[in-house]
């Protein structure tokens, strides 16, 4: 008989020759490429939002004729989503009561224009995305009756939206050059009266100088004017020496 044979067992990997294997390393340029990827993806969004932030922050403003609590950009974003709702709200009524109303986005293209003109662009396309939603929500599906409603109030919907925009950022920008104007008019004035202040305060100075040496310079003149007198007589007549002594002594002293 051939004797059986054994199975061979596995022999046991010790703990050195599991440290002495090559372990399966990712590349070392895949992960700086994932590294640099994810760094320019995360540069780019911060850098887009930092723009938009700043464009909010540059089209963002108040008309000073509003009250005090109504300047505040929170209000005036409140406000702009608020006239928004209610010229949606009576586009709705007015095409309730009258059928042959078709003017759907007149109202809330005036409240933009005055949104943008009160509060900036960044509010009024607040107004214009709200005024969007509400009209394609509320309005055009009860007053676009048919089979080819969707595609008609898509159509509606995308016009209304580019001219909102568009008449937020030319409003906008118009007073925004309206107000750099006044601005500039007013510091211009500014300056004009502060040169003619300063121009004042200088004649005034040189009227004061003028009027405080008058009296030290005529006195000058006078006693320069008598001691010429006594030299003339001094050397026109002859005189003791005593005489003439003494009314050197007296020149000396207007001279002093």
Same mark, same amino acid.
Not at 70 to 83: E, H, I, S, T
Not at 133 to 156: F, K, R, S, Y
């Given at each position: ?65 509003? &009250? ?54 960044? &509010? ?133």
């Amino acid at each position: 008989m051939n004797p059986t044979p054994t199975p061979s067992t596995p022999r046991p990997v010790t703990q050195e020759q599991s440290a002495s294997r090559p372990a399966r390393l990712i590349p070392r340029e895949a992960t700086e490429v994932t590294t640099s990827a994810g760094a320019s993806s995360e540069a780019l969004a911060h850098t887009a939002w930092d723009g938009v932030r700043r464009w909010v922050a540059e089209n963002t403003f108040h008309a000073h004729w509003l &009250p005090e609590p109504f300047r505040r950009p929170l209000v005036g974003y409140a406000l702009a989503a608020a006239f928004a709702v209610v010229a949606s709200l009576l586009t709705l009524l007015l095409a309730t009561l009258s059928p042959s109303f078709s003017f759907f986005g007149l109202l809330n293209i005036f409240v933009i224009a005055v949104v943008a003109l009160t509060y900036g662009a960044a &509010p009024s396309l607040l107004t214009t995305i709200v005024s969007t939603v509400l009209l394609e929500l509320l309005v055009l599906p009860q007053t676009t009756p048919g089979d080819g409603a969707h595609a008609a109030i898509v159509m509606e919907i995308i016009t209304f939206l580019v001219v909102g925009t568009l008449i937020g950022v030319f409003a906008s920008g118009t007073e925004q050059a309206r107000r750099r104007a006044v601005s500039d008019h007013a510091a211009m004035e500014a300056r004009e009266l502060a040169l003619r202040e300063t121009n004042a305060r200088t004649d005034e100075f040189l009227s004061i100088a003028s009027h405080e040496l008058r009296s030290p310079l005529t006195s000058l003149k006078a006693a320069l004017q008598l001691g010429k007198r006594r030299l003339r007589r001094l050397t026109e007549q002859p005189q003791p020496v005593d005489d003439l002594l003494s009314q050197i002594e007296v020149v000396q002293g207007l001279l002093s």
